[in-house]
């Protein structure tokens, strides 16, 4: 059983799985970082969308649901920002440096790794309440978020108001995607990046599962792997 | 030195030329000139070829018509303007002269 969600793509109406809903999220929002020095970025990723769509529509038929593989086929065939730069195609003659040079492809990676610096979000992962003190944590650089905490309980103490936790609450959003994660920590997005944090969470999860297992086997022998 | 590279450099002119011509001969829709495009290997991925056509249309050597489609929403043909035209004829030039150079030494 999976969550599905309707999607207008380039003005075809689809519907699409949520995990590969995100999938595209996080290949758009590459494809915008990308072409952000462009003269018309939103109409070349408009005309992007738009052949996604009608990829999805020869390969799924019309009223299939698209699945990640679908998506993924898609991306393949369409290319990512770093395809784009091992091609060198397309690149914008308005641009400063020319890029004639073989050695300038790596000014091309870093144009879509790009580093936003820090954004304040709400750690979902690692909340108590709304997730408020770890997200500030994250964002002031505070290894541990049991110092803005304590910080806050003492402003509560001493009289001011709780309601400027619920205010931050309502007013910091959540970091829901791979990328709000990312952005929160300052770690730079690109897609290798992402896939990398998807990797190690699923690594996290099989090395706690044996550590569990392990556990059952030999009691004696407490293993714990993080 | 890496050849992939190399070859990359020489699709990229030649891409310009080529897709200026496509267009020069009949109004186009992207998607069509991708799949001629990839039959003949001179794109690799399909994204490359739109920030192209934006380039081309913002030098004012393309321009684009929107039209009617029976399967879904209105779509980009691309036409060549006059300017366009000119631009085409000198790469054209360029190409034929590379192209005898070519001939003459690798005999």
């Given at each position: 059983m999976k969550k599905i969600v309707n999607i207008n793509l380039g003005g075809y109406p689809f519907t699409?799985?949520?995990?590969?809903?995100?999938?595209?999220e996080e290949y758009f929002a590459s494809l915008e970082r990308y072409f952000k020095e462009y003269d018309n970025p939103h109409e070349?990723?408009?005309?992007?969308?738009?052949?996604?769509?009608?990829?999805?529509?020869?390969?799924?038929?019309?009223?299939?649901?698209?699945?990640?593989?679908?998506?993924?086929?898609?991306?393949?065939?369409?290319?990512?920002?770093?395809?784009?730069?091992?091609?060198?195609?397309?690149?914008?003659?308005?641009?400063?440096?020319?890029?004639?040079?073989?050695?300038?492809?790596?000014?091309?990676?870093?144009?879509?790794?790009?580093?936003?610096g820090r954004k304040v979000f709400r750690d979902p992962d690692n909340k108590i309440l709304g997730g408020v003190?770890?997200?500030?944590?994250?964002?002031l650089g505070v290894s541990d978020p049991i110092w803005i905490r304590l910080l806050f309980v003492v402003l509560f103490v001493s009289g001011i108001s709780p309601v400027i936790y619920i205010i931050l609450w309502i007013i910091i959003p959540a970091a829901k995607t791979v990328a709000d994660k990312k952005e929160m920590k300052g770690e730079p997005i690109d897609i290798e990046t992402i896939a990398q944090s998807i990797e190690d969470e699923f690594d996290n999860l099989t090395d706690q599962f044996k550590g569990f297992r392990d556990s059952l086997r030999n009691k004696k022998r407490k293993r714990r792997k993080r | 030195m890496n050849v992939e590279n190399t070859k990359a450099q020489m699709r990229k002119g030649f891409l310009e030329m080529i897709t200026l011509l496509m267009i020069s001969n009949e109004e186009s829709y992207p998607s069509d000139m991708i799949k001629r495009l990839k039959e003949k290997e001179l794109i690799v991925v399909e994204g490359t070829m739109y920030p192209l056509l934006n380039r081309l249309k913002n030098d004012k050597l393309l321009g684009y018509n929107w039209k009617e489609s029976t399967s879904g929403p209105p779509r980009k043909y691309y036409y060549i303007t006059d300017k366009g035209k000119l631009f085409l004829e000198e790469l054209q030039k360029t190409w034929n002269n590379l192209k005898n150079v070519v001939e003459s030494i690798s005999k």
């Open positions: 699409i799985d949520v995990d590969a809903y995100d999938k595209m070349i990723i408009f005309d992007i969308e738009v052949r996604m769509a009608e990829l999805f529509r020869e390969n799924a038929g019309e009223h299939a649901i698209l699945s990640l593989s679908d998506v993924n086929k898609a991306i393949k065939i369409l290319g990512t920002p770093e395809d784009f730069s091992k091609e060198n195609i397309g690149i914008n003659e308005n641009d400063k440096e020319e890029n004639t040079t073989f050695d300038s492809n790596e000014d091309r990676n870093r144009n879509y790794e790009y580093r936003v003190c770890s997200g500030l944590a994250n964002y | -």
